[in-house]
């Protein structure tokens, strides 16, 4: 069975990192796309960015570059998105999603998803 | 960006009744090249991730009822439920994926009337 499991949720102070983390099993994880999505509260969802495990070669959101960090490590079958700076603003849930092969940036299996808040 | 609009914002309708939502792009999502409108579906439950309705603009994802069914080409879209259940209770939302930043509607929340 294919799952995408986050990490747990996690409070914040404005100008604080944060790394999380999204774990695939049940298929083989580094030769499909993983995709980061946000989605503040209330609001539609929006595309951040992109990595293939299994070179990690990475795009971006013209709205997202610059402003988060997408890794992953192949050998234990994790993505991670990261801030070095949180602000107020980056408040949402985020989700982790497979890419389809047969409809790029369509996304079939997403993670349960990791609520992050930025709060003084 | 492609700019994604749909209609409409909100909408009830009776058990077992038809559901029609629309959406529209600000410029074609049909890339000439292949004949594909890069147009997916999305249903979102309340405290659940979106899950994968529709790709192609008309193909049902495996699973998916056959009650859901896309059409549309090139800027304008339906997504349409034949016969609404109450699980379909939901928010619905298209994106298109032709060009980056592969974006999303608005979304339209769907009631039982």
């Known amino acids: 069975e294919v799952q995408l499991v986050q990490s747990g949720a996690d409070v914040k102070k404005p100008g604080e990192s944060l790394k999380i983390s999204c774990k695939g099993s049940?298929?083989?994880?580094?030769?499909?796309?993983i995709g980061w999505v946000r989605q503040m509260p209330g609001k539609a969802p929006e595309w951040m960015g992109i990595?293939?495990?299994?070179?990690?070669?990475?795009r971006y959101s013209p709205s997202f570059q610059g402003q988060v960090t997408i890794s992953a490590d192949k050998s234990i079958n994790t993505a991670y998105l990261q801030w070095s700076s949180l602000k107020a603003s980056d408040t949402a849930m985020y989700y982790c999603?497979?890419?389809?092969?047969?409809?790029?940036?369509?996304?079939?299996?997403w993670g349960q998803g990791t609520l992050v808040t930025v709060s003084s | 960006d492609i700019v994604m609009t749909q209609s409409p914002d909100s909408l009830a309708v009776s058990l077992g009744e038809r559901a029609t939502i629309n959406c529209k792009s600000s410029?074609?999502?049909?890339?000439?090249?292949?004949?594909?409108?890069?147009l997916a579906w999305y249903q979102q439950k309340v405290g659940q991730p979106p899950k994968l309705l529709i790709f192609?603009?008309?193909t049902r994802e495996s699973g998916v009822p056959d009650r859901f069914s896309g059409s549309g080409s090139g800027t304008d879209f339906t997504l349409t439920i034949s016969s609404l259940q109450a699980e379909d209770v939901a928010v619905y939302y298209c994106?298109?994926?032709?060009?980056?930043?592969?974006?999303f509607g608005q979304g339209t929340k769907l009631e039982i009337k």
């Open positions: 990595i293939y495990p299994a070179d990690s070669d990475t």
């Open positions: 192609w603009a008309s």
């Open positions: 049940g298929y083989k994880f580094s030769i499909y796309w």
């Open positions: 999603a497979r890419s389809m092969t047969t409809a790029p940036e369509t996304y079939d299996y």
């Open positions: 994106q298109q994926y032709y060009t980056t930043s592969y974006t």
């Open positions: 410029q074609s999502v049909l890339k000439s090249s292949n004949s594909k409108n890069y």
